[in-house]
């Protein structure tokens, strides 16, 4: 079974320029979540989606940042315009309902995204 | 507000040395979860272990083991018998349930990087 997979694994960009970040969870993965590792500092919580809805975008940064999940199967980030303090690591997972409880997250293995 | 934190940044073994990582983290809730993931040189985060707040036995896991204590807040990783493969770095995260039974967004330490030498 394939895993969390994320597209592309490295981005070098210019200020100002528009990036977009792919991520296709496991099949049957309902919840979708992002995270962003800026270097230094801890893993922080984006924005997770249950199926195509948003269920908690509370981590976005601002309004440059634009995500996606059309039909619930793999979702997009969008960073536009791109600001040098977007560099870093840009993390997806995604989980599954068993009944009432959640299963742990699996991780794609992250877009390393450089804003020049 | 809630925290973890894991504070060592570096560590550096001998290969069969058995090291441990802490992680101490600070919540209000009484139900929560706490993970350990490992980050390989290839970047992905490998899921370890996931222990909820009412579950304090201790867990063994091959060469893996956890001490969960309540009491310290603490939630502390031992890899018996190091090997080289165990280079990495590895994260401590704390989850709050959105619902009973459920967890959601994780609230992760800066990791710590094990450098297990031959």
């Known amino acids: 079974e394939a895993g969390v997979t994320q597209f592309p694994s490295h981005s070098v960009i210019e200020k100002g320029q528009t990036v977009t970040l792919r991520c296709d969870p496991i099949s049957g993965h309902d919840n979708l979540y992002w995270y962003r590792r800026v270097m230094g500092k801890e893993i922080k919580f984006l924005l997770h989606?249950?199926?195509?809805?948003?269920?908690?975008e509370s981590g976005m940064p601002n309004n440059r940042f634009l995500a996606e999940r059309t039909g619930g199967t793999y979702s997009t980030l969008k960073v536009q315009p791109a600001e040098l303090e977007d560099s870093g690591v840009y993390f997806c997972a995604s989980s599954q309902e068993l009944g009432m409880v959640e299963t742990e997250a699996f991780f794609g293995q992250g877009t390393r995204l450089t804003v020049v | 507000a809630q925290k973890v934190t894991q504070a060592q940044t570096e560590i550096s073994v001998v290969e069969k040395e058995d090291v441990t990582l802490d992680c101490v983290y600070e919540t209000r809730d009484t139900t929560y979860y706490l993970f350990w993931y490992k980050q390989p040189p290839s970047g992905e985060l490998v899921f370890l272990i996931r222990?909820?707040?009412?579950d304090e036995q201790n867990e063994i896991s091959g060469r893996y083991s956890w001490n969960f204590q309540k009491s310290t807040s603490s939630f502390n990783f031992t890899i018996t018998a190091s090997q080289v493969v165990d280079s990495a770095v590895y994260f401590c995260?704390?989850?709050?349930?959105?619902?009973?039974?459920?967890?959601?967004?994780?609230?992760w330490g800066l990791g710590t990087s094990l450098a297990v030498n031959p």
């Open positions: 222990r909820n707040s009412f």
């Open positions: 995260a704390l989850s709050e349930p959105y619902n009973a039974g459920n967890n959601r967004k994780l609230i």
């Open positions: 989606f249950v199926k195509e809805s948003k269920q908690d």
